[in-house]
């Protein structure tokens, strides 16, 4: 979806419009701020390989945060959100307790900026991040990168664009724990039109991967059901693939971690690890191998053995990782089930029960109608439903007056 198209124009128009009118009923004049906005990412293919030198194979959604932000003379520092309306003030050098979640992450950032390039001044500034919860970290690395590129560009922060991902990175590391991933914070930044992202983690090649322009659109559900501590559950999946890592090492000697793990090595030693570490093993194994093999049928065209490789992940992350539950598994069994679903799949790490769904463009509408129906027949329940386009790279602006530069 190009960022001319009506939808997308018209979801960054009103994003940079909220941003602005709440940034002049709060400080006046636009005079001299920078505006970044930025996508939401999602990884598609290759969940929890990252902390094992994985592939991932991920994609930009058209719902963007967005940082509106001008230096100030003094030392305060001035933080709305539009959203909540909260205000946060306090000055330079001080570490306030943030009020909220997005706050958690700007303030993390700021002081990890200003350790490796020093800001001597204040700023001001207005952020807002729309996008829904559901999506998990992708929503946490597109408010990340919008602020780290405002606060880049308006303070003249000599950091290179790997230099300043990478702070991000480490800063939902500090939060989050292992798994935090630069998969998703690469793709907010870097994602192209009509493209889906692939990073290699291990040799950090990354490149796009161009698909059919308009050949599919991404249809998310949230059942609206809470995960308990989605973080402490996907930590605890890292830490049983390292004990596997343990294991495997006294079978194979020098292997940094599951990346060097081979398939048919690996059933050949079923009986040498406990059964659940075995599982989570071969989990990682196999997305490593379904991320390649998507590639490859992406390439030819293939977009029915694309959406097979979804759906695959998904009913692994069910049976070997579990980290699935009745509600999204019954999502999926129906999704496949219609002829509008190329592939299904959970979101992995989202703080709620969610699924999205790579759907045939024009479908969009009767299969949520569709799924919904038989949801609400199933649970009694409504589902939250949200439809994507593929979206473009972040966008920046500078208001040097009233007008737009």
């Not at 993390?108 to 204040?122: P, T, W």
Request: net charge positive.
């Amino acid at each position: 979806m190009r960022i001319t198209d009506s939808l997308t124009k018209e979801v960054v128009s009103l994003e940079i419009s909220s941003l602005k009118k709440r940034f002049e009923d709060l400080f006046g004049s636009l005079k001299s701020t920078n505006l970044v906005v930025t996508p939401a990412s999602l990884v598609l293919l290759g969940d929890h390989t990252h902390y094992n030198d994985g592939q991932l194979l991920s994609v930009a959604l058209n719902k963007y945060s967005g940082v509106l932000l001008r230096k100030r003379k003094d030392k305060k520092i001035i933080i709305a959100d539009s959203i909540s309306d909260e205000i946060l003030e306090f000055n330079l050098g001080d570490k306030p307790l943030p009020p909220n979640v997005n706050y958690k992450y700007i303030i993390g950032l700021l002081y990890a900026i200003s350790e490796l390039s020093r800001i001597n001044f204040g700023f001001e500034c207005v952020i807002s991040n729309p996008i829904p919860d559901c999506i998990g970290l992708g929503k946490v690395a597109s408010i990340q990168v919008s602020f780290a590129f405002a606060i880049k560009k308006t303070f003249g922060i000599n950091l290179n664009m790997n230099e300043i991902l990478s702070i991000i990175r480490n800063n939902e590391l500090q939060i989050l724990g292992k798994i935090a991933n630069y998969a998703q914070i690469y793709t907010a930044k870097i994602q192209k039109e009509n493209k889906l992202f692939f990073i290699d983690l291990r040799t950090f090649v990354y490149k796009s991967v161009p698909i059919k322009k308009d050949e599919f659109d991404l249809v998310i559900f949230n059942t609206g059901e809470k995960v308990i501590e989605p973080t402490k559950i996907c930590n605890e999946r890292i830490e049983e693939c390292e004990v596997g890592v343990k294991g495997l090492r006294l079978y194979i000697w020098g292997i940094k971690n599951l990346r060097d793990v081979e398939l048919d090595f690996l059933l050949k030693h079923v009986h040498m690890l406990p059964k659940r570490i075995f599982n989570r093993i071969l989990f990682n194994v196999n997305e490593r191998i379904r991320v390649e093999k998507a590639i490859n049928a992406i390439k030819k065209h293939s977009y029915m053995e694309f959406g097979k490789y979804i759906t695959d992940s998904h009913w692994n992350m069910s049976s070997e990782y579990e980290l699935s539950c009745e509600k999204c598994d019954f999502l999926v069994t129906a999704a496949s089930k219609t002829d509008c679903s190329l592939g299904s799949k959970m979101i992995s790490c989202s703080s709620y029960r969610s699924t999205f769904n790579i759907v045939k463009k024009g479908c969009s509408q009767n299969f949520i109608k569709t799924i919904s129906g038989e949801y609400y027949k199933k649970y009694g329940e409504e589902l939250i439903s949200y439809t994507f386009h593929l979206s473009e790279k972040v966008i920046k602006k500078n208001f040097n007056t009233l007008s737009e530069q």
